[in-house]
Structure formats: C-alpha cells, structure tokens
C-alpha cells in the first residue's frame, strides 16, 4: 500500500511531503531566497508565492486539500535537538493509498483541525472526507497584522463540517487553572513563564481530546490497516532475484525478523520468520545475524552492519546476504541495493519505538535521523 506524511507549511499555505528530498531541497531554497529574517516572520503572500513558485521549480509536490475516508486519529511524539514534541496524526485512506497528515500539536492549525475532528469522528468516521486550510490577515487596533492559520473539512457532499463548539474556552480555562498558583504567588507579571505554562496547559488540553477521538474510532471499528513498526531493506542481484530483508523488536526485546527471496520470472519464492543475534564482524563491527537452513541443507545467511558516509559523515544501516550450499560452501551474493529504511508505522513511533531504540544503542545509528532532520529543515514551525 502507497503511504505518505505530509504536514502544512504555513508559508507556502499547502500540505508538502515530509521526508521528501525535492522537497526539503525546495524549502531550504526558497528560505534562502526569502531570507531568514523573513522567514521566521511567517505567512505573507509575497512569501506564499515564492515557496509555491519554488517547489514547483523543484519538482516538489504541493496540495490545498487532502481527501480520503477517515480512518485514524492519533497523536504521536517525535524528538529534535533533545526536545520533543506532541504531533496529531490524521490518517486518510483512498483505495491502495493512504496519506498521513502530521501537525504540531501546539499549533493554531492543529487545534482548529482537532475542534472540527471531533465532529468528524462521530459523524464521518469512515467516510470520506477532504481537509484544506487557508491563510487569514487579521489587522489589530494599532495597526499590526497577524496571520490566522484557518483549518477546513469537508464531508463527502462538499459541506463544511462545523467545528464543535466549546474547546477553545476550556482549553482557556484549564489555562487560567494552572496559571492560578502564578498569580496569586505574585508572580503574574513575569510573562515568559505565564506563556510557558499558557501554551503547555493548552496543547495538554487538545492532547486529551485527540486521545478521545482515537479511542472512539477504535469502538467504531473504524481503523487504518496496521502496519507493524520496523526497518526493511532489499537488494537485487544481476539474476533479478530480489532478496528482502524486515527488522523489529518485538515485546520481550528480541530482535526478530523476516527473511525473503524472490524472482517471479524464475518462481523462486521464499519467506522465513527469523531471530536475529548480536555478532562481531573479523573487523570488529557490531552486527545482528540471521541464519535460515533450508530442506535441502543449504542456507541463507543475512547480516545488518552500520555505516558511515565518509563524505557527509552520515550513519546508516545495510543487510549483506550470503549462501551457503548444502556441501558446505559459501558465496558472498552481491547486488544493488540493502539499505535499511524505517517504514511510515516506525516513523509514527519515533523515539519511542523498540527497533529504533535497539539499533541506535547496539549499533549505533539513529535510522530516524534523517526524518528529525527533515522536520527540522520544513520551514513550519522547526
């Protein structure tokens, strides 16, 4: 099944790819091209037209509307520079396809969205339904301008799904709750930390209320297919045989796996449930091995070992595939390909999924790096 992240740009006011390379190569030149200081002022539409103008000379995909059945809300945390940070992840299926919308919880998009949500999965869990959003000039008294980042959802028939009243005011006064103690400490004119405690009540709030929206689709039976979390990697030899590999940890910590092998053209089709030891290669890298012995006596061997580009300086993980047949002799097979890569159930999961956790403590690679650093590069809100 086709599965892509996207997430809202603010400055381009569309829905891009995460952890898309045209992409992030688009934003980082528009943000050039932009300047930094502008950037970080947001949303205008001088800014809007060069990210658009930009990401089309890239290649790079944009969308103002995403649209599918609404299969799955949830929220997930991923971590940058240390810190982490609260996602809402809304999962929209159409046919084989299945797109993921991540936002910052803490965003004025996010919470819109969730208000609208709630509405949705309870009368539209299921259904198709189609999410956009807009870009909204606000002149104050004084003469300044803000830039409101506005949420849309649509039915299946095109009508606007309202947004359910109310949670805006109780996530203001869970606010005032917590900021109480503050105040009557005297301390209520300090306004960093009454705005550290504002924005952590508030995401807090819409947090509990994502976690209500996931479990009601559950008792509706309403869920997107399942994909268990875990590392995938597969090469192709110069016979076309394609020999695939899948990594995870499973609840009691061991890492387990499957091994495949396939090459439709000759019938050859394999697939073996394996476990996975920790090893030391001759030249003292750490290593997980898997070993299948077949009926014939032979056997299939797969190893996963670090990397390091020694040009970028970036670590990654690669299975080696060997054989050895049933009178004992081994042959090393060589082909394209091996990378290990994080399927979108593992990235959901970030930091805090078992694979991810083993492979960077016993081999020492953080296989969502790549996406943290993405993220960081989107030009959102990191």
């Known amino acids: ?42 949303h205008t539409p001088e800014a809007e037209k ?80 189609t999410i956009g959003g807009f870009a909204e000039s606000v002149q104050k008294e004084d003469g300044r301008t803000f830039t409101n980042h506005v949420a849309t959802m649509k039915d299946a028939g095109k009508q606007e799904i309202e947004a359910v009243p109310g949670h805006f005011k109780q996530a203001q006064e869970r606010i005032a709750e917590e900021q109480a103690p503050m105040i009557a400490a005297g301390k209520g004119g300090n306004k ?91 030249s003292g890298i750490p290593m997980l091995s898997a070993m299948v012995e077949r009926e014939d006596g032979s056997k299939l061997y797969a190893n996963v070992l670090p990397h390091e580009n020694r040009t970028t300086g970036e670590k990654f993980l690669s299975a080696s595939f060997g054989e050895r047949d049933p009178q004992g002799t081994f042959r090393q097979i060589e082909g394209l390909g091996g990378g290990l890569k994080p399927n979108e159930a593992m990235r959901q999961l970030g930091d805090q999924d078992r694979t991810a956790q083993l492979v960077r403590e016993k081999l020492g690679v953080d296989v969502l790096a790549k996406d943290k650093a993405v993220e960081q590069a989107s030009g959102v809100e990191r």
Do not use: C
């Open 192 to 282: 960093k930390a009454m705005n550290l405690i504002s924005d952590t009540a508030r995401e807090a709030y819409f947090a509990e209320v994502v976690q209500g929206m996931a479990e009601r689709l559950k008792e509706q039976g309403v869920a997107p297919k399942q994909e268990y979390p875990r590392l995938e990697g597969h090469q192709k030899d110069e016979q076309g045989t394609w020999r695939s590999v899948g990594l995870y940890v499973d609840q009691d910590g061991k890492p387990r796996g499957v091994l495949a092998v396939e090459n439709k053209e000759q019938s050859v089709k394999e697939r073996h449930s394996v476990e996975f030891v920790e090893r030391t290669s001759k």
């Open 50 to 129: 060069t990210v658009r103008e930009t990401l089309k000379s890239h290649n790079a995909r944009y969308e103002t509307e995403l649209s599918g059945k609404l299969t799955g809300i949830t929220l997930a945390e991923t971590e940058a520079n240390g810190e982490k940070f609260q996602k809402l992840r809304v999962t929209l299926e159409s046919g084989a396809d299945k797109t993921i919308l991540s936002a910052d919880l803490n965003s004025e998009f996010a919470q819109r969205l969730i208000a609208k949500l709630d509405r949705a999965s309870q009368e539209q869990a299921g259904q198709m339904v």
């Open 1 to 42: 099944m086709p599965v892509r992240m996207v997430q809202r740009n603010n400055l381009a006011n569309a829905f891009v790819a995460v952890n898309d390379g045209p992409t992030n190569a688009a934003l980082t030149a528009a943000k050039t091209e932009i300047g930094e200081a502008v950037w970080k002022q947001g």
